[in-house]
């Protein structure tokens, strides 16, 4: 199946500082990406779509200043904690959908993020 | 947005065929059904897809009856590294978001 990467697979982090995510697609393109959180024990919560070259869609309750998301091109979306705090320490997965089959999403490693 | 409902937990040994149902009432007409198996701390993994009927790859098997509103996966032969949580999602049409819930957590026993 497509394969899709994230970077990095883990990072801690001060209170009050930015962290970066990236999310790939190694080996397809794809239009539309998305951004998933999950605490331990719990489902995985769509947090935004990301839309290549327009705004990406939140679902209701995500801060779209808080977490930013910038897709540039067809393998890249990037998604940015701003001023992270503890409560934001999650496991943070993207997941990509291939264009070229209907409706199969393939979903990256996940990345870990702790803030102290 | 379609529901899913499946059961929370099952157990299983080594050997055995598994079979997890998932119902979904409220399907439309263009989703589709799709399986992830996740292992702790990592990604989904795409396990198998269908729309009505059956479909086979080298994992599963997927069964949808004719009104669509629940679908089984079937395990054949489970093994220990079977254990994990499996989602049944459905697809949203044209909108391409799938809603996860709670998943089948899956314990396999020697």
């Known amino acids: 199946g497509a394969v899709v990467s994230q970077h990095p697979s883990w990072v801690i982090c001060k209170s009050g500082t930015s962290v970066k995510i990236e999310c790939r697609s190694l080996?397809?393109?794809?239009?539309?990406m998305f951004w998933y959180r999950q605490f331990p024990k719990q489902s995985l919560m769509l947090m935004a779509t990301s839309n290549e070259g327009s705004k990406a869609t939140y679902e209701q309750g995500v801060e779209k200043d808080k977490f930013l998301i910038n897709h540039a091109s067809l393998t890249l979306s990037t998604l940015t904690v701003t001023s992270a705090h503890p409560e934001d320490s999650s496991f943070y997965i993207c997941s990509a959908r291939d264009s070229g089959l209907q409706e199969t999403q393939y979903f990256g490693p996940g990345t870990r993020l702790l803030v102290l | 947005l379609a529901k899913t409902t499946q059961p929370i937990s099952m157990d299983s040994y080594e050997g055995q065929e598994v079979n997890i149902t998932c119902s979904h009432n409220n399907i439309a007409t263009n989703d589709y059904i799709t399986w992830y198996q996740q292992f702790p701390s990592q990604g989904p993994r795409f396990i198998i897809q269908g729309y009505k009927t059956k479909v086979t790859n080298e994992v599963a098997s997927l069964f949808i009856p004719a009104d669509r509103k629940s679908s089984t996966l079937s395990l054949p032969r489970v093994s220990l590294s079977d254990t994990a949580v499996y989602y049944c999602l459905v697809g949203v049409a044209n909108t391409d978001k799938l809603i996860f819930g709670t998943g089948t957590r899956l314990q396999v026993f020697p």
């Open positions: 080996d397809f393109q794809a239009t539309t």
